[in-house]
């Protein structure tokens, strides 16, 4: 039997070891050396060069040495060695496409149907929609499943995918906004700035019309925004949109946030006593929505009015698409910010309850820390939900789940697991029932006018109009604690709104905010009269004399609105409006029922009432019929359009307008979804392109 080692016969040598089997060689050692030799002793090994006969040596296991003799002595035979055995490498380990894809017949064609559709899926299913990264087309194992889903499908690549079928999908995409701006013939835009992780900026408008009595939402533009974010930069982009979809003469109004750099102000309302609950939470669905951070904390003094916005309330911007008039702007803001705005001012002044709510936010950041506390709430059938850093109203919903947990379970689940601490006594209890009664409208409101799918400019005059009054109702009680909260709250409705509420004959502090004198477009008091939700409800709880004189003006504003607009109405139409002469416009009815047990915030739109009829000869016929209609479906003027041709023709044009801005922030939403922290890399076109696709 062959060995593989031998020990040498003189005592001299008798730690060494020769290797006589040269299969565990390394392939150098085996191919340029011969007689190794290893001495166990000093754990090194020798041996003998085939070309020179010098006898090389170097540690055990190790070759440096070996090499460094072969370059230095031998390097024309060495790097022809090294040559061979790159090939033999890559032969031998390297995947053969065959091997992979085996050859079933002939891959389909770019232009076969099957081809395009199967990319198609790929593109829209898993890259626009599921947002997986683009890469996967190029993994191993996704070609292994495509490969199984159809032999004869010829994979694209990320190059492929980047430059050439995304770029045409948008083209496709942009074609078809067009045929719709053709289509539409009244539109509203809503207009942000975004940056993303990598502090690059974004300019996003969306647009909102009415489409085959349809309300159609769509993304207009998401582009890259370089450089200062100026006035004449903005200008210029709006301008590119407007000519490119061919808008000029099309835009009823432009919804924007208060002023981009004020974001700050409202961007992380934490209530009083959360900040505990949100340490150490991150989270990645927080991004800035503007690269410029200012609070809106403050009320500015006369003749500063202007300075607080900067170009953002320059309406010069936009002034060649709509030229405002005293009753009408080009732009509006945003009443959603504008709505927040009024909790932080509300939430600075909640310091008799920050104790009660520590104790909540402590409760629910137990309920997903403690297995034993959530367990035991399971036992009830019984949750409290996760709050959200971004979203002031998930914080309230959760003070409001704890308030809903009867005092018995709780106290004994709290007492089992020896949390006393957090117990809630009658005065937390108190407190915090009415803080969530102070709030639970904002919250209704807030939710109510980001829709997409109905009307949210009309709900904007009734919202404010019934947050005011339920807060005075709600200030009068004599045992209220939170009285300097509502207190903060009404006041700050009023200087944020001021514009608004001047119809209304309530007044107003003199120094107000520089957007609110926004609120005094006529569009807040003719939406509700469009909207057969509202019409004229909305009014009840003013005073006659003013509600009259309201009326008036409404009046007067639907027949200058009306008179802008360019319609021929064929006479057969006016034959099927039934005269009524004798139908008053202003419906008096003072609603003086009490207050329900469950706060609404428009609790008369679940009463019919009887309209009153008086002779006013100078009101038109037609807004007359329609005030009579007893339906109060929101689509009434689509519906009857042939009734009521010209009320349909403003609803057309000012109830595609959106209350807020809320919009464009869902795309900047999404835009933040597919910059995930792992996709930072992502080029500023890709996540342009994948957001307007998206």
């Known amino acids: 039997m062959a060995t593989n080692s031998a020990v040498p016969e003189d005592n001299s040598d008798a730690n060494s070891i020769i290797i006589c089997d040269d299969a565990h060689y390394p392939p150098v050692i085996k191919y340029f050396f011969s007689n190794l030799c290893i001495d166990v002793e000093k754990n090194r090994w020798s041996a003998k060069c085939n070309n020179c006969s010098a006898n090389v040596n170097d540690t055990y296991k190790t070759t440096s040495n070996f090499i460094k003799h072969l370059k230095n002595k031998h390097q024309p035979m060495h790097e022809e060695w090294k040559k061979n055995q790159n090939v033999q490498v890559k032969n031998k380990t390297q995947p053969q496409i065959n091997n992979i894809f085996p050859t079933t017949g002939e891959k389909y064609s770019m232009n076969n149907q099957k081809q395009k559709q199967i990319t198609n899926s790929?593109?829209?299913?898993?890259?626009?929609?599921?947002?997986?990264?683009?890469?996967?087309?190029?993994?191993?194992?996704?070609?292994?499943?495509?490969?199984?889903?159809?032999?004869?499908?010829?994979?694209?690549?990320?190059?492929?995918?980047?430059?050439?079928?995304?770029?045409?999908?948008?083209?496709?995409?942009?074609?078809?906004?067009?045929?719709?701006?053709?289509?539409?013939?009244?539109?509203?835009?809503?207009?942000?700035?975004?940056?993303?992780?990598?502090?690059?900026?974004?300019?996003?408008?969306?647009?909102?019309?009415?489409?085959?009595?349809?309300?159609?939402?769509?993304?207009?533009?998401?582009?890259?925004?370089?450089?200062?974010?100026?006035?004449?930069?903005?200008?210029?982009?709006?301008?590119?949109?407007?000519?490119?979809?061919?808008?000029?003469?099309?835009?009823?109004?432009?919804?924007?946030?208060?002023?981009?750099?004020?974001?700050?102000?409202?961007?992380?309302?934490?209530?009083?006593?959360?900040?505990?609950?949100?340490?150490?939470?991150?989270?990645?669905?927080?991004?800035?929505?503007?690269?410029?951070?200012?609070?809106?904390?403050?009320?500015?003094?006369?003749?500063?009015?202007?300075?607080?916005?900067?170009?953002?309330?320059?309406?010069?911007?936009?002034?060649?698409?709509?030229?405002?008039?005293?009753?009408?702007?080009?732009?509006?803001?945003?009443?959603?910010?504008?709505l927040q705005l009024v909790v932080n001012d509300g939430i600075k002044a909640s310091a008799v309850a920050i104790s009660s709510l520590q104790k909540v936010a402590s409760l629910a950041k137990l309920a997903h820390t403690s297995t034993g506390f959530s367990e035991q709430l399971a036992k009830f059938k019984l949750t409290i939900p996760r709050a959200n850093r971004t979203r002031w109203n998930s914080q309230f919903l959760t003070v409001k789940k704890v308030t809903e947990i009867p005092t018995s379970t709780l106290n004994s689940i709290l007492t089992d697991l020896k949390k006393t601490d957090l117990?809630?006594?009658?005065?937390?209890?108190?407190?915090?029932?009415?803080?969530?009664?102070?709030?639970?409208?904002?919250?209704?409101?807030?939710?109510?006018?980001?829709?997409?799918?109905?009307?949210?400019?009309?709900?904007?005059?009734?919202?404010?109009?019934?947050?005011?009054?339920?807060?005075?109702?709600?200030?009068?009680?004599?045992?209220?604690?939170?009285?300097?909260?509502?207190?903060?709250?009404?006041?700050?409705?009023?200087?944020?709104?001021?514009?608004?509420?001047?119809?209304?004959?309530?007044?107003?502090?003199?120094?107000?905010?520089?957007?609110?004198e926004r609120f005094s477009d006529l569009i807040f008091l003719i939406a509700p009269l469009l909207d057969a939700r509202f019409k004229l409800l909305w009014l009840d709880n003013l005073d006659t004399v003013v509600k009259l004189r309201v009326l008036e003006k409404i009046r007067g504003a639907y027949v200058r609105f009306f008179s802008k607009i360019n319609l021929s109405v064929p006479q057969n139409m006016e034959a099927d409006v039934p005269n009524i002469a004798d139908v008053s416009f202003d419906i008096i009815m003072k609603n003086t029922d009490s207050l329900t047990k469950r706060k609404c915030l428009f609790p008369?739109?679940?009463?019919?009432?009887?309209?009153?009829?008086?002779?006013?000869?100078?009101?038109?016929?037609?807004?007359?019929?329609?005030?009579?209609?007893?339906?109060?479906?929101?689509?009434?003027?689509?519906?009857?359009?042939?009734?009521?041709?010209?009320?349909?023709?403003?609803?057309?044009?000012?109830?595609?307008?959106?209350?807020?801005s809320a919009p464009i922030e869902r795309v900047f939403s999404q835009s933040g979804f597919i910059m995930r922290p792992h996709r930072a890399s992502l080029t500023a076109k890709s996540v342009c392109l994948l957001t307007f696709l998206k």
């Open 122 to 338: 790929i593109i829209q299913n898993l890259i626009i929609n599921m947002g997986l990264p683009l890469s996967i087309v190029d993994h191993i194992s996704f070609k292994n499943f495509l490969n199984d889903v159809d032999a004869k499908y010829k994979p694209i690549n990320r190059r492929d995918l980047t430059r050439v079928f995304l770029p045409e999908l948008q083209k496709k995409c942009s074609s078809k906004l067009k045929e719709i701006c053709a289509q539409a013939k009244y539109v509203s835009l809503t207009l942000d700035i975004w940056c993303d992780r990598c502090m690059r900026s974004y300019f996003g408008v969306t647009l909102h019309t009415i489409i085959n009595d349809k309300y159609k939402t769509f993304l207009l533009s998401f582009e890259r925004l370089e450089g200062k974010h100026t006035s004449d930069k903005l200008a210029e982009e709006f301008d590119r949109i407007i000519q490119l979809y061919n808008l000029k003469d099309k835009v009823v109004r432009l919804i924007t946030d208060n002023a981009s750099n004020n974001l700050a102000a409202f961007d992380n309302i934490v209530l009083p006593g959360f900040d505990d609950y949100f340490e150490n939470i991150s989270d990645d669905s927080t991004e800035s929505d503007s690269s410029d951070k200012e609070d809106d904390d403050f009320m500015p003094v006369p003749g500063e009015e202007k300075q607080l916005e900067l170009h953002q309330t320059d309406d010069s911007i936009y002034q060649d698409t709509l030229n405002s008039t005293s009753e009408e702007y080009l732009r509006i803001p945003c009443f959603g910010h504008c």
């Open 423 to 516: 117990i809630l006594n009658s005065k937390d209890r108190k407190i915090l029932e009415e803080f969530v009664s102070l709030f639970e409208l904002f919250d209704e409101a807030t939710v109510l006018t980001q829709g997409e799918s109905y009307a949210t400019i009309s709900l904007v005059a009734p919202t404010v109009l019934g947050l005011l009054f339920d807060l005075e109702r709600e200030l009068s009680s004599a045992t209220l604690i939170l009285a300097s909260l509502c207190k903060a709250l009404i006041e700050s409705i009023k200087a944020r709104f001021s514009g608004l509420l001047r119809h209304f004959e309530i007044e107003v502090p003199f120094d107000t905010y520089s957007m609110s």
């Open 604 to 660: 008369y739109l679940n009463k019919n009432k009887k309209v009153v009829s008086e002779d006013k000869s100078k009101i038109l016929i037609e807004l007359d019929a329609y005030l009579c209609e007893e339906s109060r479906e929101p689509n009434l003027l689509f519906n009857k359009k042939h009734l009521y041709p010209r009320l349909y023709e403003l609803a057309l044009k000012y109830l595609s307008v959106p209350a807020t």
